[in-house]
């Protein structure tokens, strides 16, 4: 649940070397990377369907396509810059900028920008495994490499790295509540306006 920002933190506080922390958290927080990639968009689809659930599977596809869109947005400002000779060249440039996107995302060591979150970016991009796995999995051990360096070097802080890591994400998700809500009111609006 920590994913791997807060696990090299909790194992580096529990006397588990920071070292093997980095590895595993690393490693166990990408087990559900391709699980992700293949089955995010099917089961919110089948989610939308049901009365049970529709406003749920709506609500996180909104916010994720938000985030697809900005980092989509920033690779083809690079890409307007700049001439191809072929459409195949073209895609491939524009798949490699949304990739490195993807890293930098997960590569920041935040609160909601981990493994899950960049997995469900590159899911609603439709970016291929080849570009969006390495992207994710980079980011992840950059990311763990930050924090374990942080924990060896700021041991006796270690405990205030989680403090913060834990606020931040509190925050996090009271704001990702609060934009749930938010939006979900906007596209009701918008439908009845429209209908």
Same mark, same amino acid.
């Given at each position: 649940m920590l994913e791997t920002r807060g696990a090299i933190t909790v194992a580096t506080n529990l006397g588990i070397n920071p070292w093997v922390a980095?590895?595993?958290?690393?490693?166990?927080?990408? @087990?559900?990377? %391709?699980?992700?990639?293949?089955?995010?968009k099917p089961i919110l689809n089948f989610l939308k369907k049901t009365k049970l659930f529709k406003k749920i599977a709506d609500a996180v596809e909104l916010i994720f396509r938000e985030k697809a869109e900005r980092?989509?947005?920033?690779?083809q400002e690079d890409i307007n810059k700049k001439k191809f000779d072929t459409e195949e060249q073209l895609k491939r440039k524009r798949a490699l900028n949304t990739a490195i996107g993807i890293f930098l995302f997960v590569a @920041?060591?935040? %609160?909601?920008?981990g493994v899950w979150t960049g997995t469900a970016i590159a899911a609603f991009i439709d970016l291929k495994y080849r570009y969006s796995v390495p992207a994710i999995i980079l980011g992840n051990f950059t990311a763990g490499l930050i924090i374990t360096i942080l924990n060896i070097f700021l041991a006796e802080y270690s405990i205030w790295i989680l403090l913060v890591l834990a606020i931040f994400m509190l925050i996090s998700i009271i704001s990702l509540f609060v934009g749930f809500v938010i939006k979900y009111k906007k596209a009701k609006k918008n439908l009845a306006s429209r209908g």
């Open positions: 980095f590895v595993v958290s690393c490693i166990s927080a990408l @087990i559900v990377c %391709p699980f992700l990639l293949l089955l995010l980092i989509e947005k920033d690779a @920041i060591p935040l %609160p909601m920008t």
